[in-house]
T-cell receptor, first 116, second 110 residues
Framework: NAGVMQNPRHLVRRRGQEARLRCSPMKGHSHVYWYRQLPEEGLKFMVY????????ESGMPKERFSAEFPKEGPSILRIQQVVRGDSAAYFC??????????????FGPGTRLTVT | QKEVEQDPGPLSVPEGAIVSLNCTYSNSAFQYFMWYRQYSRKGPELLMYTYSSGNKEDGRFTAQVDKSSKYISLFIRDSQPSDSATYLC??????????FGAGTILRVKS
């Protein structure tokens, strides 16, 4: 059973460009979470999605950031007009989230975004 | 006050020692508790998870939760150099986001 897959693993963008980060959840998982890890800081929640629905985006910056999880294909985290402060490791996690039994989240290897 | 407090360390122990890692939390609505291990420049790896107070054991690892004190622990027995990593506690409400501690850096010396 393949784990959570993320690509690209490394992404370099110049200031003002767009960054697209992709996440494929584990087989059988329909819940996806995105987290950001800034240098020397802990993991911070950004957004929680189910297929075609954003459930909780309370951790997303109000501007330039968006996320989707379409019916078909991977979840996408999109950052428009990137700035140096966006440089970080972005992790995706997936969960089967069966209410009453299973809530654990499994993480992918992350995408390391560098803005030059 | 942070929702989840974790001593960042670093914690340095000799091989074979028992390691104790701890977190405290402030929100009594939190209902499930996880420990992750993260090697440098890798994704967090789920080690243990529990949804209730008490102890849960898996091999050399024991997770302990005390909801009345809002205190969780991870114990590692017979620590090995390969256990050297950052250990993250993560706490959440059912079906919701995880709130992470800052992570404790563990170094096991051979």
């Amino acid at each position: 059973n393949a784990g959570v897959m993320q690509n690209p693993r490394h992404l370099v963008r110049r200031r003002g460009q767009e960054a697209r980060l992709r996440c494929s959840p584990m087989k059988g998982h329909s819940h996806v979470y995105w987290y950001r890890q800034l240098p020397e800081e802990g993991l911070k929640f950004m957004v929680y999605l189910q297929k075609e629905n954003i459930i909780d985006e309370s951790g997303m910056p109000k501007e330039r950031f968006s996320a989707e999880f379409p019916k078909e294909g991977p979840s996408i985290l999109r950052i428009q007009q990137v700035v140096r402060g966006d440089s970080a490791a972005y992790f995706c996690a997936s969960s089967p989230l069966i209410k009453g039994t299973t809530y654990e989240q499994y993480f992918g290897p992350g995408t390391r975004l560098t803005v030059t | 006050q942070k929702e989840v407090e974790q001593d960042p360390g670093p914690l340095s122990v000799p091989e074979g020692a028992i390691v104790s890692l701890n977190c405290t939390y402030s929100n009594s609505a939190f209902q499930y508790f996880m420990w992750y291990r993260q090697y440098s420049r890798k994704g967090p790896e789920l080690l243990m998870y529990t949804y209730s107070s008490g102890n849960k054991e898996d091999g050399r690892f024991t997770a302990q939760v005390d909801k009345s004190s809002k205190y969780i622990s991870l114990f590692i027995r017979d620590s090995q150099p390969s256990d050297s990593a950052t250990y993250l506690c993560a706490i959440g409400e059912y079906g919701n986001k995880l709130v992470f501690g800052a992570g404790t850096i563990l170094r096991v010396k051979s």
